[in-house]
């Protein structure tokens, strides 16, 4: 293999295999240094600069003993695959999504105790899993948004042997399997990069760390970088897409931007696999150019994360109007975003403080993933308390049915689909004790008002532990569980409710949102009250008794529909 290091200012690389000799690279004009080499599986190794300390590769792909251990060779043909078969995610399909965090997944948190769980979301109806980041991090407990390799698969979780057996067996159930990667900013702890080239810049900040450097001198090899770990994820571990974290922190007024050269090479790369993949941007900045093809001046990507429907559907459950959710008026704005995708469309945000957004309305909903919560959702909050706990069993089942039965691309997140109530916070593990210092402080100062209840330690291993997944085996676990099966069957068997190709018409009355979509009506009763039904045969609800009706907070009606209900006439 032709093993090379980018290191521009450098004069000297050393390469320094474990039982080995010390090995200098051969220095190329355009900053390169490289070498032929044949090292084993799992080889530790390390790289000197110019006499100095020992450092990991920035281009690690795997690092068994931490960051702040030596990388290790990973040979890609050591691993055995039986998706021969596979052909990837096609963006034009129907896809129903599920985001979960490896380390908390499972009591095991590794990637083989969550293949145990592959079948069972099979048979749910998700088509593909969205996994939260798992490049290298220091410690053992994190989100994965402080990783420092991106090249690299977290130890803890199993390494790239592990995501290349969890992928296998993805694959074997029929579903795909998506990284959630982050090239907004890195983590603090064991980064190396600094030490190698122009990486970071200090025209820009993110509220994360440093901005990467996508635009100025040296930024066409740290595009590189960050282009060649995506194709290395699909060429090596058949992974079926990506989920880019916060694009709209990425700042880069490049002609051809970073984004849309990402989103054109890691397509035609997996299209010269004879594969395809599926390339989704998380954004606040509702701005439709994120989706626009890269040939009419867009980024290219086939998705997009839309904020508005999950705040104005959580407004609309519970009434909140803190922090981001004061934009919202709940239902009424919840019907906008079936007929504009976003609520946002250029008038006056207070919570931006400016016009926000613009007009998308050109774009297939199903080019749009919508949520009723997610990891950002949840741990944004001083607890980490998840929706489930916040309304009633009533509301939940709604909550459901506004995501499932939305033209969007829906998300699931871990254990929703059973109700789960653990908690989602915040966490981190790092090893300097200064930095998870700062890091609990600043948590603490996010919620000054928090003065009824502490907010969890990120550093305390309990934090990580209360959001283990648990299942109860509930009857109300058994209810929702069923809920979610026939919702998700019923956009399968019955596509015409969810598509956007067909013509409908979308009305919002004091808290009542009705959908017509030809023969069919599907009603959302986002009120405390019974309702008249509209002229037609209930043929489903969520008040139906299979799905734990007539419980705590909920009554059966035998006339008219139901408080905090959704139903479908036809």
Known sequence: MEFSVWAPGTSAVDLLVDGAEPRRLVHQASGYHIASID???????????????????????????????????????????TDEDWSGLDSSAPQVLYELHIGTFTAGGTFDTAIVELPRLATLGITAVEIMPVSQFSGGRNWGYDGVFPWSVQNTYGGPDGLARFVDAAHAVGIGVLLDVVYNHLGPEGNVLPDFGTYFTDRYATPWGPALNFDGPGSDDVRRYFIDSAIAFVQDLHIDGFRLDAVHAIVDPSVRPFLAQYTDEVSATARSFGRSVLLIAETAANDERTLRPTSEAGCGFDMQWNDDFHHALRVALTGEQQEYYKDFDGASDLAKTLV????????????????????????????????????????NRAEGDRLDVSVGFAQRKLAAAAVLLSPFTPMLFMGEEYGEIRPFPFFVSHHSVELVD?????????????????????????????????TTGSSREAALGALYRDLIALRRGQPALTSSAIDEEVRETDGVIEVRKGASTIVFNFTGRTIPAPPGQVVWSTSDVDYGAAGEDEEIVERGLSPWSATILR
Do not use: K
């Open 340 to 379: 504009d995708r976003f609520v946002y469309t250029g008038q006056y945000s207070e919570n931006h403080q400016r016009s926000h957004g613009a007009r998308v309305g050109h774009h297939n909903a199903d080019r749009f993933v919508v949520f009723s919560t997610n990891h950002d959702h949840i741990g």
């Open 39 to 81: 090292p084993d599986h799992g080889q530790r190794y390390r790289l000197r600069l110019d006499g100095g300390a020992p450092l990991a590769d920035p281009r690690s792909r795997w690092q068994p003993d931490g960051t702040l251990g030596p990388s290790a060779f990973v040979d890609p043909t050591v691993w055995t695959w």
């Open 438 to 470: 700062a890091i609990r402080q600043r948590r603490t100062l996010e919620f000054p008002d928090q003065d009824w209840s502490p907010v969890p330690d990120p550093g305390d291993p309990a934090t990580m532990a209360s959001a283990v997944l648990r």
